[in-house]
């Protein structure tokens, strides 16, 4: 078995496999600023999986997310009970939230992909991997530096991230995806997710 197998392993159950480290990182997490650039990235796996390298121009960013606030509350009163069901107001999932987020705090950088850290009854966590475009390092290396050209401008905004497109429906496949290419709203507005 690899390293990676090994910390894969451990990430199944957090809470489970190391309690004492989870609650550690959790109460000084939520301390910290809601958005913070951080040294390495807390689950190596995941992050190199994901295209992470341990270069210049790569930066990781871990986000906070508060939990809830998806669904329109109900009526107080004055109106029909039929009409008084909660409503979706928020099609986005907490991880392209934490996506913007963190490429709103950095600017200058493009959004390469993410992963979830950690939950607990108020905030999630993840760590945003993001690429400084204008860096010579990333120019010169050939496995990342698509991301410089235009079309992938503020890629995270446009819904072409990991995360975005899983919130968009583009991850299904096969019998009844047939309506959700090129967008949920297209061809009749057919598509759910």
């Known amino acids: 078995m690899s390293m990676y197998k090994h910390i894969r392993k451990l990430w199944k159950k957090p809470k489970v496999n190391m309690p004492d480290l989870w609650r550690e990182r959790l109460l000084k997490w939520r301390r910290e600023p809601s958005t913070i650039r951080i040294e390495r990235p807390t689950r190596i796996d995941k992050a190199r999986s994901l295209g992470y390298k341990a270069k210049q121009g790569f930066l990781i960013v871990r986000q906070r997310v508060p939990r809830g606030g998806h669904f329109r509350g109900s009526y107080l009163g004055g109106r029909r009970s039929k009409h008084q069901r909660k409503v979706m107001i928020l099609g986005k999932n907490y991880q392209q939230i934490a996506e913007e987020r963190a490429n709103k705090k950095y600017p200058n950088c493009e959004v390469l992909n993410s992963y979830w850290v950690a939950k607990d009854g108020i905030y999630f966590w993840y760590e945003i991997i993001l690429i400084d475009k204008a860096h010579p390092v990333i120019a010169k290396d050939n496995d990342i530096n698509w991301i410089t050209a235009k079309q992938h401008k503020r890629r995270v905004y446009r819904g072409l991230t990991s995360a975005a497109r899983k919130s ?22 057919k598509g759910t997710n």
């Open 168 to 189: 968009r429906g583009l991850r299904r496949k096969g019998k009844g995806a047939e309506k959700i290419r090129p967008s949920l709203r297209a061809k009749g507005r």
